[in-house]
């Protein structure tokens, strides 16, 4: 008799992952019509609380969160986690106070692009989450986008950088 023992861990993953990923368009499915023009507020709301998932999943990890490559590195391990085994993505040291996350596939992207969605509601959801996991993690610093699949770029680039006043004269000197 076949069972859920029967099925190996890295496909439960993946399932999971990939039913996960294609929640948030079926969400907007469902409920834009109903909702309307305030749909992408209340979403983005929810977004933003799901930024405390990967606070949560930092400090349970004892993940590192003390310089922007740290951070960098656990933003790509939390979405890993949250957005499963197909986020694809690596870092990349700028400056001993920046970073940047390259992605280069994005589930819940493919999943948008599945169900019929575009990039640009898509993006929504993942700014609110990335804006927000950042300083939350650590508050001396904050990340920005600087190209984004979902307008159409080839990948997706985010800069963590510091943001304090001592990380602002240092850059202001070079």
Known sequence: MAGLDSVPD???WRIAADFSAQMPARYDRAFRSIVGKRYDEIEQEIWMEVAETAITLAKNLSLPVGTAQDLAETMRTVMVILFGPEFRSETLEVSKD??????KYCPLLS???ESGSDGERTF???MAFTLSSIPRLNRDF???FVRT???GDRQCEFKVAGSGP???ETIAKK
């Open 98 to 103: 920046g970073s940047v996350i390259i992605v």
């Open 149 to 151: 699949m979902c307008s």
């Open 142 to 144: 904050s990340a920005r």
């Open 166 to 168: 001592a990380v602002t």
């Open 124 to 126: 929504c959801k993942c």
């Open 10 to 12: 890295s496909m439960k």
């Open 111 to 113: 999943a948008a692009y």
